[in-house]
């Protein structure tokens, strides 16, 4: 019976990315015209407040994702994929110091690396690999006829609980929680936090930092050329 490998469970955006793939996949899809210009009307008012700081980061997202789904509708999936070909080629360096030195040393050492997003796949399938990932989850958007999206999500109610996927996943690829180490950045990521043997909080937002450290969670933050622990 081949032997249970040990898994790192990471989310990305916020986490690896420093920024989200979904913001520049919407501004790439955007700039080649399969969006239009007026998509950015629906999220406009909740990405100002947040750069204001006046707004929750969270509300700003969700507000993105409404546009995403509301202009995905009709779209061929080529345009969405060479969208994220041609952002993820110019951007995927970009990434926070600590998590991208960490995901090499953990594969070294045998781990499998497990990437848990709330990222449409189709970009996260382009991002993932370069860095190291054994597998990826993420938002499956559902293709109808002459391959056009509808706009809706496959398992919607299964993807938005990531303690579900990491289930899913431990069974199909023969994982062990055993020595497992999760790193994540918002609240979202908290079910995968609670399965893990070393939860990690990258620089977390207020509610999930608020979390940690209730349960005595290690927390570290980076800051320009910085890593340390709070």
């Not at 995901?103 to 860095?131: I, M, N, Q």
Request: proline content about 3%; aromatic content about 10%; some cysteine.
């Amino acid at each position: 019976m081949q032997e249970k490998r040990r898994v790192a469970i990471f989310d990305v955006d916020g986490t690896i990315f420093r920024s989200s793939l979904l913001i520049q996949l919407v501004n790439q899809l955007m700039l080649d015209g399969a969006f239009p210009k007026e998509a950015e009307a629906v999220y406009e008012r909740e990405r100002r407040k947040w750069l204001d700081r006046e707004g929750d980061y969270g509300e700003y997202v969700e507000a993105l994702v409404a546009a995403f789904r509301k202009h995905l509708k009709g779209v061929h999936y080529s345009a969405l994929a060479d969208a994220a070909d041609r952002m993820v080629e110019s951007k995927w360096k970009q990434t926070y110091r600590y998590t991208r030195d960490l995901l090499p040393e953990l594969k070294k050492k045998g781990y499998f690396l497990l990437a848990v997003s709330h990222s449409p796949k189709t970009v996260l399938d382009k991002f993932c690999p370069r860095l190291g990932f054994d597998k990826a989850y993420g938002i499956v958007y559902e293709i109808g006829p002459q391959e056009l999206f509808t706009g809706g999500v496959i398992d919607e109610h299964l993807i938005y609980n990531k303690a579900n996927i990491v289930k899913r996943a431990v069974e199909n690829e023969n994982l062990t929680l055993s020595h497992s180490i999760g790193v994540g950045d918002t609240e979202s990521d908290i079910p995968f936090l609670e399965m893990v043997a070393r939860p990690i909080c990258f620089n977390p937002n207020m509610k999930l930092y608020k979390t940690a450290k209730r349960m005595k969670w290690k927390v570290i933050v980076e800051r320009k050329d910085v890593v340390y622990e709070l």
